[in-house]
């Protein structure tokens, strides 16, 4: 096996942070001694999620079991995902950030799945997966991420099931959303049909222009390879994608402080 040095295009100060958590966590268990120093676990972790290696090569890489590998970095992400906003949270940070407007989406986290798993499966993107939903603020930032459900459940119905749109609702929002929230209560939706009349077409118009900004979460969370096809269980990326909302917060602070 051929070893070689690598890069992280995360901040020093991220790295610092989840060392921090983790050396938080070992001293309230009475752990005393591990393989990895808090530091070196917090450096396997970023590199699972961000670059998507598997165990074996972190696992060799950073001299140390896969199985050991496959443990420090569960651990460390549950660390983080319990760090996660709930829903009321993040849109009471919302509202203090001053935004007018946020925008719903689902993204499809893709899994290592056969055919016959139907329940993961997705007639809209043709792939199996795992639905996750996201509510971006006007400029495309990432306010909050839902658990994930399998990628057979619509999007209206996944924002049901974990009570979004209630919540939105309740909150005063006024919310964005696709063709695929039409019906649901306060989502505004773009007009469905053919010749619709101008005023149907501008209106359209205007409202993907302004959705369409919400793009920009879902590409930020693609940065982090590990969401590009996940091959452990399924159930996993909710709690993944929890965890990697918290880093990277962490670096739009660790930036803004430059």
Wanted: net charge positive.
């Amino acid at each position: 096996m051929l070893f070689y040095r690598s890069a992280l295009p995360l901040s020093r100060r991220t790295l610092n942070y989840l060392a921090g958590v983790i050396r938080r966590h070992r001293h309230s268990l009475g752990s005393r001694w591990r393989a990895l120093n808090p530091g070196r676990q917090a450096l396997l972790t970023l590199a699972y999620l961000r670059k998507g290696e598997t165990f074996t090569l972190l696992g060799a890489g950073f001299e140390v079991s896969t199985t050991t590998a496959w443990r420090y970095v569960q651990e460390a992400t549950q660390l983080l995902a319990d760090r996660a906003p709930t829903l009321r949270v993040a849109l009471r940070r919302a509202r203090a950030d001053g935004h007018v407007y946020l925008i719903i989406d689902g993204t499809l986290i893709p899994i290592d799945r056969v055919a016959a798993d139907r329940p993961f499966y997705s007639g809209k993107h043709r792939r199996h997966g795992m639905n996750v939903q996201v509510i971006a603020s006007p400029e495309g930032g990432i306010i909050w991420l839902s658990p994930a459900l399998p990628g057979s459940v619509h999007d209206s119905k996944a924002a049901w099931i974990w009570r979004v749109l209630h919540e939105l609702e309740a909150e005063g929002w006024i919310v964005l959303g696709d063709k695929g929230y039409q019906g649901a209560q306060g989502v505004l939706t773009p007009y469905k049909g053919r010749g619709k009349p101008d005023a149907q077409r501008n209106a359209n118009r205007a409202h993907a222009q302004l959705r369409g900004r919400g793009e920009r979460a879902f590409a930020q969370l693609k940065t982090w390879r590990i969401l590009q096809k996940l091959r452990c269980c399924p159930f996993k990326a909710g709690l993944i994608v929890r965890a990697i909302h918290v880093l990277h917060e962490r670096e739009l602070q660790a930036t803004a402080r430059r």
